[in-house]
């Protein structure tokens, strides 16, 4: 925690004029400065990483949900003042789309995830669908993480679909950059539901070729 209270500190003296101790902190006031950047997406991944260290569990979508506020959102958020095209409609746009690229990453590393004594599937989904979270320590995905992973890829096939119209709303080489997260997105989705949700045994990657042609289908229909 010491570390994240200096990060803390450093964002005060950033936003303060004053000169941050912590180098990586240092990096940041030209593009800070230059990019207009508030400091509410900087604080919410230090949030992030704090309630990281107390809160391993979650127990309904929704809350997931609101961990994504914290550790994935900012992150649009940035992206967008970085092209310069923040606005509080695009944010709402990048938030869907960041929430769904955060669960997709949870669905892809869930054995990881649990080595490290962390479980980003909801609770309720996991007694709904009769998976106990033992069966997330094991090297076989069984039927009924498949089942808890299937629902968590349609939610977050849902949210890209609602997120999907930032492409349009964007301008200059935003426009690609975003539209290639997204097609990210859909890409991991493709592959996790080609692998039958079997996340446990083997690493399930996205195929560059189903990347593209999300990406060109996205430049071309979000006009």
């Known amino acids: 925690m010491w570390l994240l209270d200096l990060v803390d500190s450093d964002l005060d003296r950033l936003y303060a004029g004053a000169t941050p101790c912590l180098q990586a902190v240092r990096a940041l006031a030209p593009t800070v400065t230059a990019c207009a950047i508030p400091a509410e997406p900087l604080r919410k991944l230090v949030r992030a990483n704090r309630r990281d260290q107390v ?3 979650y127990d309904t979508f929704e809350e997931l949900l609101g961990y994504c506020e914290l550790s994935a959102n900012p ?4 992206v967008l003042h970085v092209f310069g095209q923040a606005t509080p409609e695009r944010m709402a746009l990048a938030d869907r789309v960041c929430s769904a690229l955060q669960v997709v990453e949870h669905c892809q590393d869930v054995g990881e995830d649990h080595r490290r004594g962390r479980v980003y599937l909801p609770a309720k989904d996991l007694h709904d669908h009769g998976c106990a979270e033992a069966d997330l320590a094991g090297t076989t995905t069984p039927e009924a993480l498949r089942r808890v992973l299937a629902v968590q890829t349609s939610r977050a096939a849902r949210l890209l679909d609602e997120g999907r ?3 349009a709303a964007l301008t200059g080489p935003a426009r690609p950059a975003v539209a290639g997260y997204i097609a990210g997105g859909l890409a991991t989705i493709a592959a996790l539901r080609r692998a039958g949700h079997d996340v446990l045994g083997r ?3 996205p195929r560059r070729a189903r ?10 229909k979000e006009r």
């Open 211 to 220: 990347w593209l042609a999300s990406w060109l289908r996205l430049l071309a």
């Open 55 to 57: 809160v391993t569990r």
């Open 203 to 205: 690493a399930v990657r």
């Open 165 to 167: 119209p930032l492409v």
């Open 75 to 78: 992150v649009g958020h940035l």
